[in-house]
């Protein structure tokens, strides 16, 4: 996994936990992908230091405007993706939610564009 792979999925997942638990800390996160507290700290420092998020006094994490916007960003290419592998190609939700996973990262803007179009 790259870098700009691994900070899309740690800023999805933190999108996806602020709204399924309203707040998140980096416990959850190490819950939620089964990585260790460690290497998320170390995974949030970093998403801290290039300004995606913010992490208050008492661990609680959330998203600077760039981090949110980033992490909508990736979510609706996830979704659209998975939606498209569906409901237009038929292929089954867990095969679906796997590609879109990894497509997400690299699919270009325009492809996405057309993609969505198609898809509506």
Same mark, same amino acid.
């Given at each position: 996994?790259?870098?700009? &792979?691994?900070? &899309?999925?740690?800023? &999805?997942?933190? #999108? #996806?936990?602020? &709204?399924?638990?309203?707040?998140?800390?980096?416990?959850?996160?190490?819950?939620?992908?089964?990585?260790?507290?460690?290497?998320?700290?170390?995974?949030?420092? =970093? #998403?801290?230091?290039?300004?995606?998020? *913010?992490?208050?006094?008492?661990?609680?994490?959330? %998203?600077?405007? !760039?981090?949110?916007? #980033?992490?909508?960003? @990736?979510?609706?290419?996830?979704?659209?993706?998975?939606?498209? %592998?569906?409901?237009?190609?038929? @292929?089954?939700?867990?095969?679906?939610?796997?590609?879109?996973?990894?497509?997400?990262? =690299?699919?270009?803007?325009? !492809? %996405?564009? *057309?993609?969505?179009? %198609?898809?509506?």
């Amino acid at each position: 996994m790259n870098k700009t &792979e691994s900070r &899309e999925d740690y800023l &999805e997942t933190i #999108l #996806l936990l602020l &709204e399924k638990k309203g707040s998140v800390r980096s416990i959850d996160i190490a819950n939620e992908l089964g990585y260790s507290k460690p290497s998320i700290s170390r995974a949030m420092g =970093i #998403l801290k230091e290039n300004d995606y998020i *913010k992490i208050d006094s008492g661990g609680y994490i959330s %998203f600077t405007e !760039s981090g949110r916007r #980033l992490a909508e960003s @990736v979510y609706e290419r996830h979704t659209a993706i998975k939606r498209f %592998f569906i409901e237009i190609l038929g @292929v089954s939700e867990k095969t679906a939610e796997q590609d879109a996973c990894k497509i997400e990262h =690299i699919l270009s803007d325009e !492809s %996405f564009e *057309k993609l969505k179009n %198609f898809s509506r």
